[in-house]
T-cell receptor, first 110, second 114 residues
Framework: KQEVTQIPAALSVPEGENLVLNCSFTDSAIYNLQWFRQDPGKGLTSLLLIQSSQREQTSGRLNASLDKSSGRSTLYIAASQPGDSATYLCAVDSNYQLIWGAGTKLIIKP | SAVISQKPSRDICQRGTSLTIQCQVDSQVTMMFWYRQQPGQSLTLIATANQGSEATYESGFVIDKFPISRPNLTFSTLTVSNMSPEDSSIYLC???????????FGSGTRLTVV
């Protein structure tokens, strides 16, 4: 049974720092892995989608990597800004079943 | 990627009543899903909305409580029936065009039952 773990559960850093969020999964048989952002009381915004055959994806200040063999993905945020404050969720797609991590709550202090 | 319009964005309802949530996708999608997110929790899948047939419900969710419609490839509704305060949650719809495209989510419906 696929399980997804996100570390850390919460993170608070000063503005301008580079940071890494971690996501691990137990079963490497995945279609893809997707990173989302959720603001309080809101829906989810897709940040990056990494197909199982890919190693990384980049969008602006965000870079996500995928290592299927070790069951790990990282989301790298460069030059963090207060507007990056949100909960970040990773989800793995195993045959149209999304398995979710519990999320990392990120606070960027001005 | 697909864009989803979800309505209403929030509502406060009396216990015992029902609320219908709508999701409209701007393009045809293969799969549509409905999730619930209770306060401080991660997402829980309620059901997969199947076009032209009955939805597929996850364990713990039943059609009488959460009837779902999907009349075409761009639209779905979720009704929360006979509501109680325990139904207070964020409800989210999601859509996928296929395994290579990932999932898109609506903006969520924040439901409070009083």
């Amino acid at each position: 049974k696929q399980e997804v773990t996100q570390i850390p559960a919460a993170l608070s850093v000063p503005e301008g720092e580079n940071l890494v969020l971690n996501c691990s999964f137990t079963d490497s048989a995945i279609y893809n892995l997707q990173w989302f952002r959720q603001d309080p009381g809101k829906g989810l915004t897709s940040l990056l989608l990494i197909q199982s055959s890919q190693r990384e994806q980049t969008s602006g200040r965000l870079n996500a990597s995928l290592d299927k063999s070790s069951g790990r993905s990282t989301l790298y945020i460069a030059a963090s800004q207060p507007g990056d404050s949100a909960t970040y969720l990773c989800a793995v797609d195993s045959n149209y079943q999304l398995i979710w991590g519990a999320g990392t709550k990120l606070i960027i202090k001005p | 990627s697909a864009v989803i319009s979800q309505k209403p964005s929030r509502d406060i309802c009396q216990r015992g009543t029902s609320l219908t949530i709508q999701c409209q996708v701007d393009s045809q999608v293969t799969m549509m899903f409905w999730y619930r997110q209770q306060p401080g929790q991660s997402l829980t899948l309620i059901a997969t909305a199947n076009q032209g047939s009955e939805a597929t419900y996850e364990s713990g969710f039943v059609i009488d409580k959460f009837p779902i419609s999907r009349p075409n490839l761009t639209f779905s509704t979720l009704t929360v029936s006979n509501m109680s305060p325990e139904d207070s949650s964020i409800y989210l719809c999601s859509a996928a065009r296929g395994a290579n495209y990932g999932y898109t989510f609506g903006s969520g419906t924040r439901l409070t039952v009083v």
